[in-house]
């Protein structure tokens, strides 16, 4: 740098030099101030080009130390390079002998595989051989099952012999009495038989005289009796009358042809068939449960009230000594099913459970607590053979599917249907074809239409009507009332949102469960759809077709045979309620705008569906309701405006529907309440007199 600096001076001294002698002719002397000032510039600027190439060298000398660190990091990084590799190489060996052991471990696979497949082979034959041994399992349990029930049937019909052994000793105390009553009263009755005797060859000696007169007629004279059924106000009701006389010939009679002409009548006599006071001694209201009865062992099973309030179990067999109270626990949801009368109670101690009776004291018991917690809240009780099927809470399951066998072993859960603490919530139980058909929801698919065969495999649903999360909603008549079926094909109404309630059917499978018809097109309409019956096959129901009203439509299962029977009330609803079967006629209640609620009849047509007497006589309307099919006999309540509401019956024209008594003599009400068994209709009634007691109306004719 400093050899630089000093050629550039000299080289400046040169020029300045050179200068003043070439450029200047005088010999005047040179003037080198200007010179000088221009030599401090440079320098100045010389300066300033030494501090910028002292920079430059710093510069230089960082970039080469900068260069030198980047050669040691170059040098190093391919050192961990090369010790890479070499790990590399050592991996790719490794893996090579993975690949190796991958080849010796899929050939071992292969052998466990083949050895998997024999050992599948093995367990199937050994489940094969379980499920025999746990079909011998069940058959021993069913065996088990019917000779407890073998057991509790003879120790049922033991305590029955026994009771029956001490209504005899009673009786015959009661025989001695009569015997001695007999006995004193044998000289009384021999005098009486001296009386008859002595009248009896009177009578001879009449009957004589008339062979002698008949003797010498042209006719044979043959003495004929007759009986109808007719209504007379001595009576006040329902009554038979018995005429006699002589096939004679007496006034347009004809002689000794077989029938009794009212001009060849001597004599009618009317004999009045009166219900009976069955049970009397009771307190007010005492009955007022027997239309929730069921007929087992021939009594009827019902909830009453003796003397000191509350409601208890009783039973009657239409007699005054065998109505009596069975034991002191309020039933509910009574049905029959194998040995037993099972039914719903509460004993103030283990809630409302399960409860049976054999129609003894001792025979009436819980047969599980199965809410440990509180109510079993237990509905719907329907009976399967010996088996009754039902709803229950646990506390644990929600309500969910049980059913029981009468002992508290084979009262179980069938299938927690809506998993866990949520309710399944079953309703509608209808046996079926060997199935059990019932709406309930899972959880996932809504309430929906399902049917078991008592196994929890076995319990699935039929079919997603309304498709998804939501409820299609499966019902029958009334809430848990059972679906009604013809054949094996059960008919229900539910809900879709583009149809509404309309009327659906199923047979048990998928395809098989699809709609009738959609009867009101209207969507979200006929949710009206009630009382749907079956008559020989034909099925009853009222529904709304958007236009009629409300009206009695009939069903053959088809779209094409769903129709309306008849409209009955052109300007309105009929309001047709009450259905009931007799024979393969449907009787039923309506009002057609004119002469009120009434009863009425169908055969399925138009032209045979009227109402078969105006009871009231007037627009009002006869308040009929109670009806009911006792061996083919149609009777009900009815209000004819002068008698109050009574006992009728019906054969199905206006003069065969009468009223059977005026019970409760003039316009008080007689009839409250009905049952029947066999021929005899029970009855809950107030005469007037006795207070509100149980009656009986025996035979029909």
């Not at 029938?259 to 009548?265: A, K, P, R, S």
């Not at 866990?420 to 059990?436: E, I, L, Q, R, T």
Request: glycine share 10%; aromatic share 8%.
């Amino acid at each position: 740098m400093a050899k630089i600096s000093a050629i550039i001076l000299g080289l400046l001294m040169l020029t300045f030099c050179l200068a003043g002698c070439i450029g200047n002719d005088d010999s005047d002397s040179v003037d080198v101030t200007e010179y000088t000032d221009e030599i401090e510039q440079n320098e100045i600027k010389l300066a300033e080009l030494q501090e910028n190439i002292s920079r430059l060298e710093n510069l230089l000398t960082i970039a080469n130390n900068q260069i030198l660190s980047h050669e040691l990091g170059w040098d190093s990084a391919n050192q961990t390079i090369q010790s890479i590799s070499i790990e590399l190489s050592e991996e790719e060996s490794k893996v090579l002998h993975l690949l190796e052991g991958w080849g010796s471990a899929n050939q071992t696979l292969l052998q466990y595989s083949e050895s998997w497949l024999l050992t599948n082979q093995s367990l199937d034959q050994a489940n094969i051989e379980l499920s025999s041994q746990n079909q011998t399992i069940l058959d021993l349990q069913s065996q088990i099952t019917q000779a407890n029930s073998t057991i509790y049937e003879l120790q049922s019909q033991l305590s029955y012999a026994n009771s029956t052994i001490e209504s005899l000793s009673i009786g015959w105390n009661d025989a001695n009495s009569t015997i001695q009553l007999l006995v004193s009263g044998w000289s009384d009755t021999n005098g009486t038989i001296e009386i008859l005797s002595s009248g009896w060859d009177s009578a001879n000696s009449s009957i004589a005289a008339l062979e002698a007169a008949a003797s010498q007629s042209n006719y044979s004279s043959v003495r004929l009796y007759s009986i109808e059924n007719t209504f007379t106000a001595e009576c006040q009701g329902y009554t038979a009358a018995i005429t006699n006389g002589l096939d004679n010939g007496d006034g347009n009679g004809i002689a000794a042809d077989g029938e009794l002409h009212e001009d060849e009548i001597d004599k009618t006599q009317h004999l009045c068939v009166q219900p009976t006071i069955i049970a009397t001694n009771y307190t007010t209201g005492w009955f007022a449960g027997i239309h929730a009865y069921v007929e087992f062992r021939e009594s009827i099973y019902f909830p009453g009230a003796a003397v000191g309030g509350g409601v208890q179990l009783w039973k009657s067999d239409g007699t005054s000594e065998g109505t009596l109270m069975v034991k002191d626990i309020s039933p509910k949801n009574m049905v029959v099913a194998g040995n037993y009368v099972f039914f719903l109670a509460d004993d103030g101690i283990n809630g409302k459970e399960l409860w049976k009776t054999d129609g003894t004291n001792s025979g009436t018991m819980m047969v599980k607590d199965i809410s440990s917690t509180g109510d079993c809240n237990c509905k719907f009780l329907t009976a399967v053979g010996n088996l009754v099927y039902f709803q229950a809470n646990d506390g644990v399951n929600g309500k969910e599917m049980w059913k029981s066998d009468g002992t508290a072993s084979g009262t179980v859960m069938v299938k927690d249907i809506n998993p866990g603490s949520s309710s399944g919530d079953p309703k509608h139980f209808a046996y079926v074809g060997g199935s059990v058909f019932f709406a309930a929801d899972d959880g996932t698919h809504g309430k929906e239409l399902w049917k078991t065969d008592g196994t929890s495999a076995g319990t699935v649903m039929v079919a997603d009507i309304w498709q998804g999360s939501l409820s299609s909603s499966p019902k029958s008549n009334a809430n848990g009332e059972p679906f009604v079926s013809i054949g094996n094909t059960i008919y229900f109404r539910a809900f879709i949102d583009y149809l509404g309630y309309e009327l659906w059917k199923s047979d048990g499978t998928a395809s098989g469960t699809t709609l009738v018809k959609d009867i009101n097109p209207a969507a979200g309409h006929n949710d009206l759809i009630r009382f749907v019956t079956n008559v020989n096959d034909t099925l009853y129901f009222r529904a709304d077709d958007g236009t009629h009203g409300l009206e009695l439509w009939k069903s053959d299962g088809t779209a094409s045979g769903t129709m309306m029977v008849k409209d009955i009330n052109p300007s309105g609803d009929s309001e047709s309620n009450s259905f009931t079967a007799v024979g393969n006629d449907l009787y039923f209640v309506a009002d057609d705008g004119i002469h009120g609620t009434e009863l009425w009849m169908s055969n399925g047509v138009s032209s045979g569906t009227f109402m078969i007497k105006n009871i009231d006589n007037s627009t009002a309307g006869s308040s009929v309701g109670a009806l009911i099919n006792v061996s083919g006999t149609l009777f009900f309540s009815a209000n004819d405006s002068i008698h109050g509401n009574e006992l009728w019956k019906s054969d199905g024209t206006s003069s065969g529907t009468i009223m059977v008594k005026d019970i409760n003599v003039g316009s008080g009400d007689g009839f409250l309440m009905r049952a029947a068994l066999g021929e005899s209709v029970f009855l809950y009634v107030n005469d007037g007199i006795h207070g509100t007691q149980l009656w009986i109306l025996i035979g029909l004719d």
